[in-house]
């Protein structure tokens, strides 16, 4: 049976890479997930034509919204089980990072002051901020992720890739679905969607996804099950044809998420370099009422006795005008977007009073605008554009520490630490801004030399500004009872006074405005030949860049108080990027095999580190570059349909990402917390407690953090006709699986941090019919206990945190369509 799948990439020509389509079932019934490439033509349409997307060279890899919803697929999280290269993790919505073959973000580090190395688009709208890489999806029609560096074809520049939602549009039909699940921990979803006519060239559609689950950790301070999930959006749209030559798209969205949220457990404890009564065994003793509730992290409690939230709000509005002209089509996309983040957290990760408010809310408010001229002619064709994007991000912070900070957080030999007063009550207040501002032109030419060869270049003009703004006020209280500022400047009046100096050990005031702006170039060249009928060979270089920022989470200060500014701005990082592939189809086109190559290589890659400069009291993690990483891999994607009742595939990837060279990059834990030397010194070396400990350490050849070398996703379905209360149908059943192996989880690898292998598998089994499914489903169906990341705790005391992954879930659900 031939499929069609129209994939529209913002309506630009495109480049060369390998495809693959995860889904797995027979399209007979309308709610069937839509069947793999082999046994049928997928046609796209990037380029104005209908073309088979094996000849067509696309670095894609394509998910259609009825094979998302077969696998319970509701989140970009979940999306990763399907996609052996894509890496997502997440403690929170704001400290969410995603990577494609190892890269895009820095590990371990949320900072307003850099950019994405993962373009997200919903509707050929950007979306700036990586939260909402944490929404639900509302009424997708399909997901395009991209790999390797993308620029001279969209909007924003970015270079690991790019994820492409795109959403069902209104219909000139009058069409509707619902579903509703249920499932344990409560989980409960439910989606709905309506689209019809208004008039005869005005159609609208709504869409609406629910979905609510308790946590599944439970809080035995606060009597709670936390790391619930409270999601809901909306989404609207109008087409208007006012012409047969002219679309007008108005679309707006709505979406909240408001759960219990979000605790990390207790992992493991590990020894440090610091001195042994202040290391979390000696800093626990100090409170002899206290006994963590566990210390097997996947009994799943915790204790944390802080007020925690995770409101994460973004909504906005857009306008879309295509408009075909013969020979092209010119297409405008104008979007504003905003963002209202209200978080509420307790960092110190226990259940005793050390930090008792770590909150820092953001609102962001963005605008975009994308004009783009798409040619297309008989043996050239081409796409011309330009760029532009505002953002302002206010940010208003507060971190407090509690009577139990001086024990923890001051040196036990100081008589101070025994005086709760010292630490109560220091409020830090953040005042963070950033006016970004990003203008770009592009164009790609694809010029067909001969039936069988095209060429492909491409090129981007980028100029960026940043302003960033970063005022931090530190209040304590003095030995004397008054309430000072605690300040880094040796002149202030309050900087020997015992108490005030104690808190400035642990956080101080600080104050720095930084500019930023710079031009960049980046171009692509793509090479595609036809071997001959159904396999298709291609070769992509591309240079590119991603664009500097500034710090925005504080910087290390000086011996005199002052900010060190020369590290408050990171350099842009410049990719260059290779990749060759090759697609194949055979047995009548039952059967496809996709395999790429990569080799790429990052000069000034942004990255975290901790430093602890001279004279500074403070240790400071922020974003610097370091010289040089390298990624590189094999990928392959093999789908088979030998008949309409059974369909199979498996996805897998080798990625080998290192550190080529990063001299001064964060200390592990077990080289940290000792007293600091000059000098850098390579990981792995047995640590002694109370130790020297370097500046800096050399990670030169070590893993990339947060990437499996090996990762694999594999699954099939089988149906037979059936027939339930004399409704024609099929009885089917399904297995989804997915594996990756050991990975970091640290910004420097750890004896303490990497992450070990595991493999999830998921079954599903119903009955379907053209209108109406039903089906059971349990996944993570052999209970696997497994973290999805492990994270040093502040201060170094050798406590290691963990985000747990799902436990065993299953449910039903039941679908409508009319």
Not at 293 to 313: H, K, M, Q, Y
Not at 345 to 364: A, E, S
Not at 573 to 600: P, Y
Not at 607 to 613: C, E, G, P, T
Request: glycine share 10%; hydrophobic share 35%; net charge neutral.
């Amino acid at each position: 049976m031939s499929l069609t799948l129209a994939l529209l990439l913002a309506g630009q020509a495109v480049t060369p890479s390998a495809v693959s389509d995860q889904t797995a079932s027979p399209a007979s019934p309308a709610d069937a997930p839509e069947a793999s490439q082999n046994g049928g033509d997928i046609l796209v349409t990037a380029r104005r034509r209908a073309e088979n997307v094996q000849q067509v060279p696309v670095a894609i890899s394509v998910t259609s919204g009825k094979t998302l919803e077969a696998q319970g697929i509701y989140n970009i999280n979940r999306l990763t089980q399907l996609q052996p290269t894509l890496q997502f993790y997440s403690t929170n919505p704001r400290n969410t990072f995603i990577n494609i073959r190892g890269i895009g973000a820095p590990f371990g580090l949320t900072n307003d002051g850099f950019e994405q190395g993962v373009g997200i688009y919903i509707d050929q709208v950007y979306y700036n901020r990586i939260a909402s890489a944490t929404l639900d999806f509302v009424d997708v029609e399909r997901i395009e992720t991209l790999r390797g560096p993308q620029g001279t074809l969209y909007g924003k520049n970015t270079t690991a890739g790019a994820i492409n939602i795109t959403t069902r549009p209104p219909s000139f039909d009058f069409e509707g679905k619902a579903e509703i699940s249920l499932g344990n921990y409560g989980f409960k979803q439910g989606k709905a969607s309506v689209s019809g006519p208004i008039t005869d060239n005005l159609a609208a559609r709504i869409s609406v996804s629910n979905t609510d689950r308790r946590g599944t950790i439970y809080n035995v301070v606060t009597n709670q099950h936390v790391n619930s999930q409270d999601n809901l959006g909306v989404r609207g749209s109008l087409l208007w044809k006012p012409t047969d030559t002219l679309n007008i798209t108005l679309s707006g969205d709505y979406n909240l998420q408001n759960p219990i949220c979000c605790v990390q457990t207790y992992a493991r404890v590990g020894t440090t370099q610091r001195a042994l009564n202040r290391q979390y065994a000696a800093l626990i003793a100090r409170f002899p009422g206290y006994k963590v509730p566990s210390t097997d992290p996947f009994d799943r409690v915790t204790d944390l006795d802080a007020d925690i939230a995770a409101r994460n709000e973004h909504g906005g509005a857009s306008a879309r005008i295509e408009w075909d002209l013969g020979a092209g089509t010119l297409t405008s996309v104008t979007a504003w977007r905003y963002w209202d983040w209200a978080p509420k957290n307790d960092r110190d990760f226990t259940g005793l009073p050390i930090y008792t408010k770590v909150n820092n809310p953001t609102k962001q408010d963005q605008y975009t605008q994308e004009l783009r001229y798409n040619y297309e002619g008989k043996s050239l064709n081409f796409v011309l554009g330009g760029f532009a994007f505002h953002q302002k991000i206010r940010t208003s912070g507060v971190q407090e520490t509690g009577t139990a900070a001086s024990a923890w957080l001051l040196a036990p030999s100081s008589a101070l630490s025994n005086n709760p007063a010292v630490l109560n009550g220091v409020i830090a207040t953040n005042d963070i801004r950033l006016d970004n501002t990003s203008l770009a032109a592009f164009g790609k030419l694809n010029w067909k030399l001969t039936d069988r060869f095209t060429v492909s270049p491409g090129i981007r003009v980028n100029y960026d500004k940043k302003d960033g703004y970063y005022d931090s006020v530190v209040v304590g209280t003095a030995s004397n009872g008054t309430r000072q500022v605690v300040s880094n400047d040796p002149t202030s009046v309050s900087y020997t006074d015992p108490w005030t100096a104690a808190q400035r050990g642990v956080q101080a005031s600080q104050f720095f405005e930084v500019p930023y702006s710079a031009w960049n170039l980046s171009y692509d060249l793509n090479l595609a030949y036809e071997v001959a009928r159904d396999i298709n060979a291609y070769a992509t270089y591309a240079k590119s860049f991603k664009t500097g920022g500034v710090n925005l989470n504080g910087v290390p200060s000086q011996a005199n108080g002052l900010p060190q500014l020369d590290v408050a701005v990171i350099k842009p990082e410049k990719v260059d990027h290779f990749e060759i592939g090759l697609k194949t189809q055979f047995w009548d086109r039952r059967a496809t095999l996709n395999l790429s190559g990569f080799w790429t290589e990052i000069k000034n890659f942004q990255a975290s580190v901790i430093s602890n400069v001279s004279g500074s009291n403070v240790l400071r993690g922020y974003l610097a570059n370091a010289d040089k990483v390298r990624t590189r891999g094999i990928e392959g994607d093999f789908s088979v349909r030998p008949s309409d009742r059974f369909s199979a595939y498996v996805s897998g990837a080798f990625t080998d990402a290192k550190f080529l060279k990063f001299t001064n990059a964060p200390c592990p834990p077990e080289l940290a917390g000792g007293t600091t030397v000059t000098g850098t010194q390579v990981p792995g070396a047995a640590g002694v407690p109370g130790a020297l400990s370097p500046a800096n350490c050399d990670v030169s050849g070590s893993w990339l953090p947060g990437v499996s070398k090996w990762a694999f996703s594999w699954g099939g379905e089988y149906n037979l006709p059936a027939k339930v209360f004399g409704r024609e149908g099929q009885a089917y059943a399904g297995y989804d699986a997915n594996y990756r192996s050991k990975f970091s989880s640290n910004a420097s690898r750890s004896v303490y941090t990497d992450v070990d292998g595991y493999s999830i598998h998921n079954f599903r089994a119903g009955f379907r019919t053209q209108t109406f499914d039903i089906f059971g489903w349990v996944r993570n169906a052999f209970d696997e206990n497994y973290f999805e990341s492990l994270a040093v705790t502040p201060g170094n005391t050798g406590l290691i945190s963990a985000q747990l992954g799902d436990p065993q879930t299953w449910g039903g659900t039941i679908k409508f369509s009319f």
